[in-house]
C-alpha cells in the first residue's frame, strides 16, 4: 500500500508532460498568428498587383503613386 501511495505522489508531482503540453500550444499559438500575418499579407500584395495589372491593361487610367 505504501508504494502505491509513493507512486502516485510521484505521478502528480511529475511536470513534465505539462511542460510538453505548453510548449505544444505555444507553438500551436505562433502558427496561427505566422499564418494570420501571411494572409494579411496576401491580401495587401494581391490588391497592390491587381493596381498594377491595371496600370499595364491601360495606362492613361492610371494616377502616378
Known sequence: MKK???AVKRFWAD??????IE???L???IA????AGASAVGTSLNAEFT???????SP???VAW
Open 4 to 6: 502505491m501511495q509513493m
Open 15 to 20: 511536470e513534465e508532460g505539462v511542460t510538453a
Open 23 to 25: 510548449y505544444g500550444l
Open 27 to 29: 507553438a500551436a499559438l
Open 32 to 35: 496561427v498568428m505566422i499564418i
Open 51 to 57: 493596381k498594377i495589372g491595371a496600370c499595364l491593361a
Open 60 to 62: 492613361k487610367t492610371c
